[in-house]
């Protein structure tokens, strides 16, 4: 069955350290790639996205993400956080199945908190 | 402006009955889902339709049904069969499944309760 992994349940950092949110994906076919953020009491929103081409994307926020086919990853990264950034991030994969339907699947979470 | 209606967004049930969550959606999209949000286990898909009148089950389909006699609608009836449906409800949509670079757009759910 297709999933996918984050590595860290709960991450604290100070302000201006730098972040690296793990994700990984098991599925074999063509993949689109997300990371959304969930602030606190707020929506769910799209930080970055990967479809094709160059395998490291930039997003909002000073967010960036690289894509390792090899390895079946889409780490986030940010080299500096804001204690804006505290929030709870969520990598996800849709994945094309038979019949044309897709599916877009969540990994479990990792819950940021950073500390002035 | 377009976008995903879910209502209500506090929702409380008694054990044994069964309720039904709404999800309405302006874009025009032909897809539309159902995640359930528990702590610590992120997002779980329940259903998801990419047409009208048809509807395929998630990860966690048991204890939930779904409709889709309507584009702009896909209701979730949350029965008494579910176990523990305490949870947060998302719902989303997105646009026709055979098109690529195509993008999410997610509700502002609804936490239903059971006391």
């Known amino acids: 069955a297709q999933s996918v992994s984050q590595h860290n349940h709960h991450v604290i950092l100070s302000e201006a350290a730098s972040l690296e949110l793990g994700c990984n994906y098991s599925?074999?076919?063509?993949?689109?790639l997300f990371w959304y953020v969930q602030y606190p009491g707020q929506h769910l929103q799209l930080l970055l996205k990967?479809?094709?081409?160059?395998?490291l994307v930039k997003g909002i926020k000073g967010f960036e993400a690289e894509f390792i086919k090899s390895k079946f990853s889409f780490n986030l990264r940010k080299p500096s956080v804001q204690w804006s950034d505290t929030a709870e991030y969520f990598c996800?994969?849709?994945?094309?199945?038979?019949?044309?339907?897709?599916?877009?699947?969540f990994g479990a979470g990792t819950r940021l908190a950073v500390h002035p | 402006d377009g976008g995903i209606t879910q209502s209500p967004k506090y929702l409380f049930r008694k054990e044994g009955q069964n309720v039904t969550l709404s999800c309405e959606q302006n874009?025009?999209?032909?897809?539309m889902y159902w995640y359930r949000q528990d702590p610590g286990q992120g997002l779980r898909l329940i259903y998801y339709?990419?047409?009208?009148?048809?509807?395929q089950k998630g990860d966690i389909a048991e204890g939930y049904s779904v409709s889709r006699e309507k584009k702009e609608s896909f209701p979730l009836t949350v029965t008494s069969a579910q176990k523990n449906p305490t949870a947060f409800y998302l719902c989303?949509?997105?646009?026709?499944?055979?098109?690529?670079?195509?993008?999410?757009?997610f509700g502002s759910g609804t936490r239903l309760t059971v006391v």
């Open positions: 990967y479809f094709s081409g160059d395998p």
């Open positions: 599925y074999g076919g063509t993949v689109n």
């Open positions: 874009l025009n999209h032909d897809a």
């Open positions: 339709s990419q047409i009208v009148n048809d509807f």
């Open positions: 996800a994969v849709r994945g094309m199945f038979s019949g044309g339907y897709n599916k877009l699947i």
């Open positions: 989303a949509s997105s646009a026709n499944r055979g098109q690529a670079n195509y993008g999410y757009t």
